[in-house]
């Protein structure tokens, strides 16, 4: 049976065509000597392994047909009309690039019509081409990196990262990704390393392409088709789910390399860490299909998407619904708490004691929501308002209290406090015990515990000698967990290689206070990478995200600054933004433009509109609906086929659209006033989270970005 290698030019086939194109590529797979499939040579072709198939009677496949390992390989170039199919046949040709070892497709291209230079500046140095100021050689682009002259000819002259950026796209693939890197400014020697770049002696025959359409960073453009079904997800999903496919060869590495104990990816939004962190789940599970995996992320929806994507990569992989068993546990971590709480029996009595001094008589349920605040404002407290109010009692509660189990007066005034901002004698300490102490009265009423003591007491009974339920686990944003979301994880697993995989952005911390990962016993020792290039979001978008966060300084897990730089390798329009005079006004430029979307063609499933709030979030919906726009507000569920979404921006993360509008209008006045009452560190970490919500958003956007603000 012949070996289908898929290219990513081909994987981008018209709608109109697939269903005809899945089955002419099962049955080239099955067996290429069938009649109907008209497998032929090309006279007066460059390369004389190409082919051309028959799709139907309009539709022809371009490929070259390798032979070698014992197998016969078609190489897919992509499915033209008929008579464009044969005249591409004839003038490409696929050979090993001798610079870099990469399989490379060449043909003759229409000419190049560079943009006109704008006028000379006064300085001299910023009117020099933008490689030139970067400092690279239109020689070592070629004799270095590999880059066809004609694409080194045409970089050379390019004024700016946009213009880079137009070329790359047309060579989308390992040249369009060194173009990007270069632009960005990265080393040449350093890109060599990074994409695994050799140079070889070749003679260019159909063993030495298919070594190098094995070769890492040929997995940007080519990839080995692995069975019928895995053939029917490329076609299926389209340029939209090409994640699952073509990867970068720095992807590639985090997914089969072994680490000594925790790793952590760390990238901006669309960079590929959940991409990286599903692909390595499969490859854990594929290694030792007796191992028990946990994957898991913050919130539910998240964890329903991870295993959404888990099934779309390869629906063998076995995902378990009981914890502790063999094969992928997807799960929420709150829902992971409560998994271990139900599995732990008598042992449960003993880790609460630990944890809060007592026992509840139904650590199941849950405590009601807005405890904190019933309890300021029942209680009287000396405390000031920046103290005494339910964001800094939490976030006390979480990071102090629970991790270090105080359960007494005594133990808080002795604590420790790292990286509480607001500082506290002892009779401020004093008082707010007594705001916990009457937190955890009305608590043991109910016989309930809240999800950051779930986490604490389920870490509590598993360090005590409880079964570990896992042998490796990995987490996707890392950065929204707290420390007894920490303690639990590193208890569910002994300490031991490939224990715990982290991935986390802190520009996308939207929950809680931020975290330093060393104090929970989980020691990153240099095991930490960043991803930087954006697959998701256009250049001209993600500018717009960056800017959100300009001027401000984020930390990461390791208590570090968090770096920027990131690039994206796709182009499109500059964001659009619309200023509103009234509530009416926003909603009527909403809907302007989902209709324009609409009704030029976009499927409704593939646009949405992200607002600050659930009340706004309905009004959205209403408006759209009143106009004939069948919308549809997301909340718990997932987003239906056939009607525009409407989310609020926390409920939007995870998730990308083909186009978005973002209502950004500012914040209602409750929560300004609740701002305001906090400690300047309290309001200056919330204000990052604000901005964060607000870049989390725009990273949504694929293709195109709508900004609505009221003025």
Not at 189 to 201: N, P, T, V, Y
Request: charged content about 25%; aromatic content about 6%.
């Amino acid at each position: 049976m012949p070996t289908i290698i898929m290219g990513k030019l081909a994987s981008k086939i018209d709608g109109s065509v697939r269903g005809k194109a899945m089955s002419f590529l099962q049955k080239l797979g099955a067996d290429d000597t069938l009649p109907g499939l008209h497998i032929e040579p090309i006279q007066k072709s460059s390369d004389p392994r190409v082919r051309t198939g028959r799709v139907d009677e309009f539709w022809r496949a371009v490929m070259f047909r390798l032979d070698g390992d014992g197998d016969t390989h078609y190489v897919i170039h992509g499915i033209w009309p008929h008579d464009d199919a044969i005249t591409m046949a004839q003038r490409v040709r696929l050979k090993v690039n001798p610079i870099n070892g990469l399989p490379q497709v060449e043909e003759i291209e229409p000419a190049f019509n560079p943009v006109p230079p704008p006028p000379a500046a006064t300085d001299p140095e910023s009117a020099k081409p933008l490689f030139a100021r970067l400092g690279h050689e239109p020689a070592d682009l070629v004799y270095k990196l590999g880059l066809p002259e004609s694409v080194a000819a045409q970089a050379a002259t390019a004024n700016d990262e946009d213009a880079i950026l137009t070329i790359a796209e047309r060579h989308d693939g390992w040249i369009g990704t060194i173009l990007v890197d270069l632009a960005a400014g990265d080393d040449i020697d350093a890109i060599i390393e990074r994409m695994q770049l050799e140079k070889i002696s070749s003679a260019d025959d159909d063993a030495d392409v298919l070594q190098s359409l094995k070769r890492p960073a040929a997995a940007l453009q080519y990839a080995f088709i692995d069975g019928q079904e895995e053939l029917r997800r490329v076609i299926e999903g389209g340029d939209f789910s090409a994640w699952r496919i073509f990867l970068h060869p720095e992807q590639r590495r985090y997914i089969d390399r072994p680490y000594n104990g925790p790793f952590r990816l760390v990238g901006g939004a669309g960079t590929g860490k959940t991409v990286v962190l599903v692909h390595r789940t499969r490859a854990l599970a594929q290694r030792d299909p007796a191992a028990r995996i946990i994957l898991t992320t913050f919130t539910t929806n998240l964890a329903e998407a991870l295993g959404d994507s888990l099934t779309q990569l390869d629906p063998r992989v076995s995902q378990t619904k009981a914890l502790g068993e063999a094969g992928v546990y997807v799960t929420g971590v709150d829902a992971l708490a409560a998994a271990v709480l139900r599995s732990a029996g008598s042992g449960l009595s003993s880790a609460m004691r630990g944890v809060l001094g007592e026992e509840r008589a139904a650590p199941l349920s849950r405590t009601e929501p807005n405890l904190w605040r019933d309890i300021v404002e029942s209680t009287g407290t000396s405390l000031p308002p920046e103290i005494a109010n339910e964001t800094f009692l939490a976030t006390e509660y979480a990071h102090v209290v629970l991790p270090n189990k105080v359960y007494d007066e005594t133990g808080y005034l002795r604590v420790r406090r790292p990286g509480r901002g607001v500082a506290l004698d002892r009779a401020k300490r004093r008082a707010v015990w007594a705001l916990i102490d009457s937190y955890r009265a009305r608590c043991r009423t109910d016989g309930s515990l809240d999800f950051t003591e779930a986490a604490a007491v389920a870490a509590a009974y598993l360090a005590a000698g409880g079964e570990r339920p896992a042998d490796h686990v990995l987490v996707d944003e890392g950065q929204d967990l707290s420390p007894t979301h920490w303690l639990l994880l590193r208890a569910a697993v002994k300490e031991r290689p490939d224990d715990l995989f982290i991935a986390e952005d802190s520009h996308q911390r939207i929950y809680g206070s931020r975290v330093v990962l060393g104090r929970y016993g989980i020691a990153i020792v240099g095991r930490s990478q960043r991803l930087t290039l954006n697959y998701r979001t256009t250049a001209q978008n993600l500018r717009y995200a960056m800017a959100i966060l300009e001027g401000s300084q984020y930390v990461d897990l390791q208590d570090e600054l968090e770096g920027t730089g990131y690039r994206s390798a796709r182009s499109g329009p500059a964001p659009i933004g619309v200023v509103a005079d009234s509530l009416a006004d926003e909603l009527h430029a909403i809907v302007r433009h989902i209709r324009k979307w609409l009704e030029a063609g976009d499927a409704p499933e593939t646009v949405a509109v992200l607002v600050q709030d659930r009340f706004h979030r309905d009004r959205v919906v209403t408006a759209l609906t009143e106009q004939g726009v069948n919308a549809r507000a997301i909340d718990r569920d997932r987003p239906p086929p056939g009607r525009v979404p409407i989310l609020t921006m926390h409920r939007a993360k995870g998730t990308e659209f083909s186009k978005v509008v973002l209502a950004a209008s500012n914040p209602a006045l409750a929560a300004l006033e609740r701002l305001a009452m906090l400690d300047p560190t309290e309001r200056a970490d919330a204000e990052l989270r604000s901005r964060s919500l607000r870049y989390v958003a725009a990273t949504r956007a694929r293709d195109e970005l709508v900004v609505v603000t009221r003025s």
